[in-house]
């Protein structure tokens, strides 16, 4: 059992950019897709973007163009860079595997966009 940790969330207005933070494991970098989730209120938590072991991205259609991911290897993290913000991106957003490993779940880190 292991945990990933995010950070980097906080509030932006409209248009703004975040970066979050997930820490990880060299060996979950290595072996599984990684990927960040986003859980808004009222919905199911849905798959934002996703970064295989050698490097192949893709994104959620309402994301695509605005975000993206990346890992850094040497400090066994991975990132979300967030720019043009939109409040429909407010949420807490999760990191973990693709498919899931739900001993994995960390706390989220909260993001608000405001107009």
């Known amino acids: 059992q292991g945990q990933l940790v995010e950070s980097g969330g906080g509030s932006a207005q409209a248009g703004g950019s975040l970066r979050l933070s997930c820490a990880a494991s060299a060996r979950l970098f290595r072996v599984y897709n990684m990927a960040w989730y986003r859980q808004t209120p009222g919905k199911r938590r849905e798959l934002v973007a996703q970064?295989?072991?050698?490097?192949?991205?893709k994104f959620a259609g309402s994301v695509r163009g605005r975000f993206t991911i990346s890992k850094d290897h040497a400090n066994n993290t991975m990132y979300l860079q967030m720019n043009s913000l939109k409040p429909e991106d407010t949420g807490v957003y999760y990191c973990?595997?693709?498919?899931?490993?739900?001993?994995?779940w960390g706390q989220g880190t909260q993001v608000t966009v405001f107009s």
């Open positions: 973990n595997t693709d498919p899931v490993l739900k001993d994995y």
């Open positions: 970064i295989t072991p050698v490097g192949t991205k």
